[in-house]
């Protein structure tokens, strides 16, 4: 019997496994691959937008920081019975790639903002559509997601009591979301179903 397409979860500055909905969503659908991309336009201090600044655009220790955010979520996902897959390059040419090579049913991933990071979502989002790999994403970045504000963001109280006041009387908040769990009989984050780590 053939195993069902893999969904890939594109992971972004969400270097976790709990309280993370895209992964929760995909493993809950079926088997997974987790992909992280060290983009050297972001990482290297040789980047246009560093030179533009006369300064390396990432110092040393944030380096170091999300070296070691990476390698304590592949060991988390291994703990589930998955990997974690570390490519170099532009997330929107390295999924290009994966998607085909895994033979991907969705792509997960968290929405991001910043200019750069929206257009690599948009760029992603086209590659993705064009292969016919359908796209979830979903929002972290805030407790409260724009759309799930008791007033339009246009309307935005000006002090942050009255922000606060209007949010808290009118919402309530979710727990956070648990990891997904190692189901015995039918692994959804499994090494069987995922690449090999490796950085490619």
């Known amino acids: 019997m053939a195993s069902a ?5 594109w992971f972004r500055r969400d270097l976790r496994v709990t309280d993370h909905a895209p992964l929760l969503d995909a493993a809950a659908a079926g088997p997974v691959v987790c992909v992280y991309f060290l983009d050297e336009r972001r990482w290297s201090p040789d980047a246009a937008p560093g ?15 999300l070296l070691e955010s990476l390698a304590a979520l592949r060991v988390r996902l291994r ?19 994966l998607l ?10 968290h929405r991001d903002v910043g200019v750069e990071e929206e257009r690599e979502e948009v760029a992603v989002r086209e590659l993705a559509a064009g292969r016919g790999v359908a796209v979830e994403a979903r929002w972290d970045r805030t407790l ?3 759309d799930d504000l008791p007033f339009p ?3 935005t109280p000006e002090s942050f009591s009255s922000f ?12 956070p979301l648990p990891a997904p769990e190692r189901d015995r009989k039918s692994t959804r984050l499994n090494s069987s ?4 780590s490796r950085v490619a």
């Not at 397409?5 to 979860?9: D, G």
């Open 79 to 97: 703990e589930l019975g998955g990997d974690l897959v570390v490519r170099r390059g532009a997330p929107r040419d390295g999924l290009a790639a």
């Open 100 to 109: 085909e090579e895994v033979g991907a049913r969705a792509l997960y991933f």
């Open 164 to 175: 606060r006041k209007k949010v808290e009387r009118e919402r309530r908040y979710a727990a």
């Open 144 to 146: 409260v997601a724009p």
């Open 153 to 155: 963001v246009g309307r």
């Open 193 to 196: 179903h995922c690449l090999r």
């Open 5 to 9: 397409a893999p969904a890939v979860v």
């Open 51 to 65: 030179r533009q600044l006369a300064c390396p655009r990432v110092g040393p220790h944030r380096t170091r920081f």
